[in-house]
């Protein structure tokens, strides 16, 4: 049956950070306070008027403090109101999503914060005298410690068995042709952000190939995606509020039409209820809710925003949600479905790959492009997706649709 | 209680890892803004307990044994036993069905699917490196062991394990109730006669270790030999020139001594350069090995030492001083990039 919530929300503002590999000279609050003034002035809206908010903060490691959140709400201008802190893995960002939403959608606020913010390279390898091995570290920390931390698993294996999987059923598919056309695509397309972290870079199939493996044949360096620092703030207001704030902005509002969410089990077997290699279901199933809450399909989505923590897993991801059959995910390329060769634009933000990846919040990243694709273009449906967890186990999806003025 | 079991000189936090208390002052290149930057840590430490799942640990430490669990109702086995209940069936009082503890599982399995392999590995595992951590199916269990994967035969390489692979499940001679007392090796490097076995330990297996051999000097790489060294010389050079390798080689000092089949010579890391030197050195903290010194100049150009390393066109005698050939691998992008920006492209 299909679920509607019991009032609608729509995107009224939106603002991003430029993200960087390292913002030397801002704090955790200070990039989240950033965003939410940014996020305030873009919809002209009176601070007096936010009723609450969501904040997603993907661990604590990274924000070097436990129960960081709670500095956050002075920041914010929150004081003696309602905020939420979302910590979902890799999909926080998704998940706050759905967390304001339905602050707005099930008519306890007008307009709520939807807040993501990141800064993980303070952590620094005194071993190596490198960020990159604590980084990893810490995000390895998430591995079940009785019975695989301890056997070495890392970050990018979280992906990697995912992806080595789907290529143990489906040998012929994530060509090295293709996903090398892949990069070079986001790669040109983070040009025209303003705010990705890797706008100066030329990627062409030759860098690729040459590119050292992480683990092979999954993915190599190029292919994966880079760690952040930056914000992006959100403010969302049901229907009613929404256009009368739009009224005042002259820009669209941004419809939340549909909303899908699935986790995967964490331990992997031959059948359910247990991970199943070679699949990412929780993108499937998510993606279907969302379609089916929106009452559209695939074919209805004109901006794909998706969580390429790897270049593969966008594949595969794409596959899972639709847009290609698993295992003819290379028809990305290959059937001219992905612009420019195609329609459909994909990651028009450069993604995470070389938009940027600041975890908490970069599937806000992702509807604040999806949003400004929109408005920009003149068109009418995005869909943005969000993943995380070990084994790439949680999934959601978002559907926004562009609304008038 | 019984007597503490522990690795002698080993530390769960190693001392090395473990900053002084510092502070410095750095000017934010993005606002040219001053910051203070000081060391700190979030640390806890524990004593951990495995709880209600003590006994696989116990099997595997005092039997070598592996153990799973059995649902009564959906005959639904798992392993490891990561929990006690079925998650799927009920009693008649709608609590969960409890499993069946201690159900002894096979020893040969397969691979659930081709697993990752860790050549480079952080500090806390560069002793296992390279090493691979996959999944293997025992038995009936419909769920599958998390496990770290060996060959016998040297370097792991991509192709040894994949999915439907069979295996066999050996320990640790020493085990202390950790998920690596137990790692697999391909059932066809294990000796007939102990196929059929359990509880067979690391030493019943015959290791073969990498082992680094002198490149033999041929005519046409000797040849080659003095205009390659002139390409390395003047990449190394072109470190002083960007930022960005420069950073690269912050903090980190090594006299490399490179074999190849065209000649010998050294690279001297230290104060964020890279001096090229043809003189022998005295005790190298690293001796890196190819037979081919064309791959130099392919290295100069973006190929990656740690992917000839992989391939086997390459060795070190250290696998666990990676962290050094990965600094290598940077500088070509760094110098790039540096050049690009400079030139506007």
């Given at each position: 049956m299909r679920k509607v919530p019991k009032r609608k929300v729509a995107i009224v503002g939106a603002f991003t950070t430029p993200c960087r590999?390292?913002?030397?000279?801002?704090?955790?609050?200070?990039l989240g306070q950033w965003a939410v003034?940014?996020?305030?002035?873009?919809?002209?809206?009176?601070?007096?008027?936010?009723e609450g908010g969501a904040i997603g903060l993907y661990n604590d490691i990274f924000a070097r403090q436990a129960i960081p959140e709670c500095s956050f709400l002075g920041h914010m201008g929150l004081a003696f109101k309602p905020?939420?802190?979302?910590?979902?893995?890799?999909?926080?960002?998704?998940?706050?999503?759905?967390?304001?939403?339905?602050?707005?959608?099930?008519?306890?606020?007008?307009?709520?914060?939807?807040?993501?913010?990141?800064?993980?390279?303070?952590?620094?390898?005194?071993?190596?005298?490198?960020?990159?091995?604590?980084?990893?570290?810490?995000?390895?920390?998430?591995?079940?410690?009785?019975?695989?931390?301890?056997?070495?698993?890392?970050?990018?294996?979280?992906?990697?068995?995912?992806?080595?999987?789907?290529?143990?059923?489906?040998?012929?598919?994530?060509?090295m042709p293709i996903r090398g056309e892949l990069l070079r695509i986001l790669c040109e397309q983070a040009k025209s952000n303003p705010n990705a972290q890797r706008r100066d870079e030329i990627v062409t199939l030759e860098r690729v190939e040459n590119s050292p493996w992480i683990i092979e044949p999954a993915f190599r360096k190029l292919e994966t995606c880079v760690y952040t620092e930056g914000a992006c703030c959100l403010i969302f207001a049901s229907e009613g509020v929404a256009e009368e704030i739009c009224n005042d902005t002259g820009q669209p509002p941004i419809w939340i039409e549909g909303l899908g969410f699935a986790n995967e089990p964490y331990w992997w077997g031959i059948q359910h209820p247990h991970k199943l290699p070679g699949r990412i279901e929780s993108d499937h199933l998510a993606a279907n809710i969302a379609y089916e809450m929106a009452g559209i399909g695939p074919r209805d989505i004109n901006v794909v925003e998706l969580h390429d923590a790897f270049l593969p897993q966008l594949e595969i991801t794409m596959a899972e949600m639709g847009f290609v059959p698993l295992g003819q995910a290379d028809d990305l390329i290959e059937k001219k479905i992905m612009a420019p060769h195609g329609q459909l634009l994909v990651n028009p933000s450069g993604g995470l790959i070389y938009g940027g990846h600041f975890v908490g919040g970069s599937n806000m990243f992702s509807a604040w492009s999806a949003r400004r694709e929109l408005i920009r273009r003149g068109l009418d449906y995005a869909l943005i997706h969000g993943t995380g967890a070990s084994s790439s186990q949680y999934g959601g999806v978002a559907i926004l649709k562009r609304g008038v003025v | 209680m019984e007597k503490i079991m522990r690795i002698p000189g080993e530390y769960v936090i190693p001392h090395e890892a473990i900053p002084e208390v510092m502070s410095r002052i750095s000017v934010s290149p993005e606002d040219n803004f001053a910051c203070v930057e000081r060391t700190e840590a979030m640390y806890t430490t524990y004593w951990a307990s495995a709880g209600e799942l003590s006994p696989f640990f116990l099997a595997v430490m005092k039997q070598k044994k592996i153990i799973g669990a059995r649902c009564p109702k959906c005959n639904m086995v798992i392993c490891p036993p990561y929990m006690t209940r079925c998650p799927v069936c009920q009693k008649e009082d709608f609590s969960l069905v409890d499993l069946e503890m201690g159900?002894?599982?096979?020893?040969?399995?397969?691979?659930?699917?081709?697993?990752?392999?860790?050549?480079?590995?952080?500090?806390?595992?560069?002793?296992?490196?390279?090493?691979?951590?996959?999944?293997?199916?025992?038995?009936?269990?419909?769920?599958?062991?998390?496990?770290?994967?060996?060959?016998?035969?040297?370097?792991?390489?991509?192709?040894?394990?994949?999915?439907?692979?069979?295996?066999?499940?050996?320990?640790?001679?020493?085990?202390?109730?950790?998920?690596?007392?137990?790692?697999?090796?391909?059932?066809?490097?294990?000796?007939?006669?102990?196929?059929?076995?359990?509880?067979?330990?690391?030493?019943?297996?015959?290791?073969?270790?990498q082992e680094l051999s002198e490149p033999p000097i041929t005519e046409t790489y000797k040849k080659q030999f003095p205009?390659?060294?002139?390409?390395?010389?003047?990449?190394?050079?072109?470190?002083?020139?960007?930022?960005?390798?420069?950073?690269?080689?912050?903090?980190?000092?090594?006299?490399?001594?490179?074999?190849?089949?065209?000649?010998?010579?050294?690279?001297?890391?230290?104060?964020?350069?890279?001096?090229?030197?043809?003189?022998?050195?005295?005790?190298?903290?690293?001796?890196?090995?190819?037979?081919?010194?064309?791959?130099?100049?392919?290295w100069t150009n973006g190929d990656s030492i740690v992917n000839m390393i992989r391939t086997g066109a390459a060795g070190v005698n250290n696998l666990q001083d990676m962290e050094t050939i990965f600094k290598l691998d940077r500088l070509h992008r760094s110098i790039r990039r540096d050049a690009e920006e400079k030139g506007g492209r």
């Open positions: 590999a390292r913002w030397l000279s801002k704090t955790i609050w200070e003034s940014g996020a305030l002035q873009d919809a002209k809206l009176d601070i007096s008027r936010v905020l939420v802190r979302v910590t979902n893995g890799g999909a926080t960002g998704i998940y706050t999503f759905m967390v304001a939403h339905d602050m707005v959608a099930s008519g306890r606020h007008d307009i709520v914060f939807c807040v993501g913010t990141e800064k993980a390279t303070d952590t620094y390898d005194f071993m190596s005298e490198t960020q990159t091995p604590e980084v990893v570290q810490t995000i390895a920390w998430s591995w079940d410690p009785l019975f695989e931390r301890d056997q070495g698993a890392t970050a990018a294996d979280s992906y990697g068995e995912v992806i080595l999987s789907y290529m143990d059923q489906y040998p012929h598919d994530l060509k | 159900v002894e599982m096979p020893q040969v399995g397969y691979m659930l699917g081709t697993p990752p392999i860790t050549v480079f590995a952080n500090a806390r595992f560069a002793r296992y490196a390279p090493f691979g951590r996959g999944r293997v199916i025992l038995g009936e269990s419909q769920s599958a062991l998390p496990i770290q994967v060996f060959t016998t035969t040297g370097f792991l390489r991509p192709g040894i394990f994949k999915a439907g692979t069979k295996v066999k499940v050996i320990f640790r001679k020493s085990r202390m109730g950790f998920s690596t007392d137990y790692f697999a090796v391909p059932l066809e490097e294990v000796p007939e006669k102990l196929r059929d076995k359990k509880g067979v330990e690391e030493t019943a297996l015959k290791w073969k270790s205009k390659i060294l002139q390409t390395v010389n003047k990449f190394v050079a072109a470190i002083a020139k960007s930022p960005r390798a420069q950073s690269d080689l912050t903090n980190w000092a090594r006299k490399i001594l490179v074999k190849t089949g065209g000649g010998k010579f050294a690279l001297i890391l230290d104060k964020q350069r890279i001096k090229l030197v043809k003189e022998k050195i005295s005790r190298p903290d690293l001796v890196l090995v190819m037979e081919d010194p064309n791959r130099l100049v392919g």
